[in-house]
C-alpha cells in the first residue's frame, strides 16, 4: 500500500505564497503520474496540477502562470509552488499518484488564503 504524505499548508494574505510537498511513504520506480486536486468547501474535488514521469504538466486554467508543479530527483515526491494566492484558492490541497490504473491519495492539506 502506498502511502502519500503532504506538508506546506496553512494561512496566507492574498497575494502571498505557499509551497506544498509530497512524498511517498516508500521509494516507487513506477509512479506514473503524480498531482494535486483540491476541494473546497461544499464544491467537487478538482485537478490543479499533474507532472508525468517525463516531467509533461498539465495545470487548470485557474491556476496557469501563477502555480508550478514539479518533481523531486527520485520521481517519488511532487511539489507544488504556488503564488499570488486568491481567496478563491482556499481549499484542501490533496496529492495524488498513479501507478498503472490505480491511484493513491494523500491525507489533504488545508490552505486558506484571506487577509
Known amino acids: 500500500q502506498v502511502r502519500l504524505v503532504e506538508s506546506g499548508g496553512g494561512l496566507v494574505q492574498p497575494g502571498g505564497s505557499l509551497r506544498l510537498s509530497c512524498a511517498a511513504s516508500?521509494?516507487?520506480?513506477?509512479?506514473?503520474?503524480m498531482g494535486w486536486y483540491r476541494q473546497a468547501p461544499g464544491k467537487r474535488r478538482e485537478l490543479v496540477a499533474t507532472i508525468t514521469s517525463v516531467g509533461i504538466t498539465n495545470y487548470a486554467d485557474s491556476v496557469k502562470g501563477r502555480f508550478t508543479i514539479s518533481r523531486g530527483d527520485a520521481k517519488n515526491s511532487v511539489f507544488l509552488q504556488m503564488n499570488s494566492l486568491k481567496s478563491e484558492d482556499t481549499a484542501v490541497y490533496y496529492c495524488q499518484a498513479r501507478i498503472g490504473v490505480l491511484d493513491y491519495w494523500g491525507q489533504g492539506t488545508q490552505v486558506t488564503v484571506s487577509s
Open positions: 516508500e521509494s516507487i520506480s513506477n509512479i506514473d503520474r
